[in-house]
């Protein structure tokens, strides 16, 4: 059996708005087949980038889920960073049409000469769409629910090449140049003209992965129709039950709320995190969710969880 291609996140930071020692502000990057995606960028990221030993030149597209501080003020220190260190490779930025507009002034001042390209994408929040899409991965925009406007991200890795039997190609003697063409379901023919068919020469490789994040957000159970059976599910979980008064006000979600669209959209594991500072231990939060969607972690910076198939 081949191995897996790598699908992973990182967790960089998953505290909320206000600062704390426990925990650091929103950052994940996503790791597919060794090209890194950053999802939000909060204060200090770039340090916990570098703590997490992932190859800052790796990271060519950051998308940002809405434009409150703790999901976006590590932008400019990190692009200053990157100037710094004679990055050449454009780096994409997929966000609200506003942040442009805020950060260009301060690219302008700040970061005068970079030896690279800052690329703004612009997206509706609003709107369910792919924003992104290249041969390993696509991502769309889930739209959710907050005091701004924000949407979520779903991460659908690209189905990969059946794999060829190494037995039957000793024992046909097929020519290299025709195995990606039997990868790709082509039947092998021999030179006595007997036709050798595609499933016994392969077998299927496993079936593609999805990553649904999920912060900031009120308790919006249409998303899980979006991300209906998604491998992992990152769903912010501010608060516990007995503050749900304060998440409906802020527009954020409790535990047990993000357990509920864990179990409805029937995905195979829940993270919870973007944790309020009021706690200084998230175990009633975890029991919580866990009461509904046992497949339930915490998320914790530094951890790195890899989403394995089917």
Do not use: W
């Not at 925990?23 to 960028?41: W, Y």
């Amino acid at each position: 059996m081949s191995p897996m291609e790598k699908f992973e996140v990182h967790i960089l930071g998953c505290g909320s708005a206000l600062p704390t020692l426990r925990h650091n502000a929103t950052s994940q990057v996503v790791n597919i087949r060794e090209k890194l995606f950053m999802i939000d960028c909060g204060e200090g990221t770039q340090v916990q980038l570098r703590r997490s030993r992932l190859r800052f030149n790796k990271l060519n597209h950051i998308f940002i889920s809405h434009l409150h501080g703790d999901h976006c003020f590590g932008l400019m220190g990190l692009i200053s960073t990157f100037g710094m260190l004679e990055r050449t490779a454009a780096l994409h930025i997929y966000a609200h049409p506003q942040l442009e507009e805020l950060l260009k002034p301060q690219l302008d001042f700040f970061c005068k000469g970079l030896p690279f390209q800052v690329v703004f994408h612009p997206f509706d929040p609003a709107r369910r769409e792919v924003i992104y899409d290249d041969r390993s991965v696509s991502v769309e925009t889930i739209p959710l629910r907050h005091r701004l406007p924000t949407a979520g991200f779903l991460f659908r890795e690209k189905p990969t090449m059946n794999h060829i039997r190494r037995d039957m190609i000793d024992y046909y003697q097929i020519p290299t140049y025709l195995i990606n063409r039997i990868k790709n379901g082509e039947d092998f023919v021999t030179d006595e003209g007997v036709t050798v068919p595609n499933d016994r020469l392969t077998f299927p490789s496993a079936p593609p992965r999805t990553y649904a994040y999920c912060s900031d957000t009120a308790y919006l159970p249409q998303i899980a129709g979006q991300i209906k059976g998604a491998d992992l599910l990152f769903h912010e979980a501010t608060f516990a039950s007995d503050n749900e008064a304060r998440a409906r006000q802020t527009q954020h979600s409790t535990a047990a709320q993000a357990a509920r669209t864990a179990r409805d959209a029937q995905v195979r594991q829940l993270v919870i995190g973007h944790f309020s500072a009021r706690y200084e231990d998230e175990t009633p939060l975890l029991q919580e969710a866990q009461a509904i969607f046992p497949h339930t972690t915490l998320a914790r910076e530094g951890m790195t969880i890899p989403i394995e198939s089917r």
